[in-house]
C-alpha cells in the first residue's frame, strides 16, 4: 500500500496556489488599508445566521475546492453557518462571489474555549459543494511542516474585522503589513510570556498595526522565496487591552504545526 501524506499540500499543488491571478499591492504601509479587490482570493467570509439576516463574524482561507481552514473559536454549535468565497465588499452584491453552506464542519479536538492560550484554535469546513476557481476564488497555499519563520519576516493580515477597537467592522477587505516576532521574543515577560506557546505565531506588536475582532479565523499572508503566498497563520487572539496594544501582537494558530492534523481531517472526510 502506498502511503498518501500532505494532502493538503498535494490538493493545492495540483489545482495550483498562492499565486493569485490579481496581485496584491504589497506597499509597506503602517495602518491597515482596503486590498486591492480580489488580490487575497483565498479569503472568504464566514457568516452566521441571527433573526434571518446572515452576519460577518469570522475570515478564513480556501485551502481546496470544498475545503476552508479557520479558527476553532469561531465555531459555535447553536448557529447556522454559510462560507462566502469571492468577496470584497461585504455590502455589495459582487459576480462571481458566492454563498455556500457546510457540509460538515471538524473543529480540533483538543480545543477548549475556555483557555484559547491552550492552543488548537483550528477547524476545517468542509463545503457543500466545490467551488468554481477563477481571478476572484483561488487557493492558498500551506507552508510545509515545521516551518518557523524569522523574527521579522514581512507578513500581511486581511480581513474585514473591526477598524479600531470597539468600532465597526469593515465593508472592503483589509490588509496590513504585519511582521512576524519570533517565539523568543513574543515570549518575553512583557510581552505575551508564557500565554504564547510554540505552536503560535505572533505578528504586530507596533501598538499600531493588528488584528481585531472579525479577523479571527483569517489569514497571515507570508510570500515564500518562489513568490508564491502561504498562509502561515490563523488570526486567533488579541490583548484584552485592546487590538492594537503595544508588546501585544496578534497571534495566530501556526499552521505548520498542524499540517498532520489538516491531512488526516481532509482524508477521512
Not at 480556501?62 to 469561531?74: F, K, Q, R
Not at 452584491?93 to 484554535?121: C, M, Q, T, Y
Amino acid at each position: 500500500m502506498i502511503p498518501i501524506v500532505l494532502a493538503s499540500v498535494l490538493i493545492a499543488s495540483a489545482l495550483g496556489c498562492g499565486n493569485p491571478p490579481i496581485p496584491p499591492v504589497t506597499a509597506r504601509v503602517v495602518n491597515g488599508v482596503d486590498a486591492k479587490p480580489h488580490s487575497w482570493p483565498w479569503q472568504i467570509s464566514l457568516q452566521y445566521e441571527r433573526d434571518g439576516v446572515w452576519r460577518h463574524t469570522c475570515g478564513g482561507s480556501l485551502i481546496a475546492a470544498n475545503w476552508v481552514m479557520t479558527a476553532a473559536h469561531c465555531i459555535n454549535d447553536q448557529f447556522s453557518y454559510r462560507v462566502f468565497v469571492g468577496k470584497h465588499n461585504l455590502v455589495e452584491d459582487e459576480p462571481n462571489s458566492k454563498a455556500i453552506l457546510p457540509e460538515k464542519i471538524i473543529v480540533h479536538e483538543r480545543w477548549n474555549p475556555i483557555f484559547v492560550a491552550f492552543g488548537n484554535d483550528i477547524a476545517l469546513i468542509k463545503l457543500s459543494e466545490s467551488v468554481t476557481l477563477s481571478d476572484q476564488v483561488y487557493l492558498a497555499c500551506l507552508p510545509p511542516a515545521g516551518t518557523v519563520l524569522s523574527n521579522l519576516y514581512p507578513c500581511y493580515i486581511t480581513g474585514w474585522g473591526r477598524l479600531y477597537t470597539g468600532g465597526p467592522i469593515a465593508d472592503e477587505l483589509q490588509q496590513a503589513l504585519m511582521p512576524v516576532a519570533d517565539h523568543a521574543t513574543c515570549s518575553q515577560p512583557d510581552w505575551w510570556g508564557i500565554a504564547v506557546r510554540d505552536t503560535m505565531v505572533c505578528a504586530g506588536g507596533d501598538g499600531v498595526v493588528a488584528g481585531c475582532n472579525g479577523d479571527s479565523g483569517g489569514p497571515l499572508n507570508c510570500q515564500n522565496s518562489d513568490g508564491a503566498w502561504e498562509v502561515h497563520g490563523i488570526a486567533s487572539f488579541v490583548s484584552g487591552l485592546g487590538c492594537n496594544y503595544v508588546k501585544k501582537p496578534t497571534v495566530f494558530t501556526r499552521v505548520s504545526a498542524f499540517n498532520d492534523w489538516i491531512d488526516q481531517v481532509m482524508m477521512s472526510n
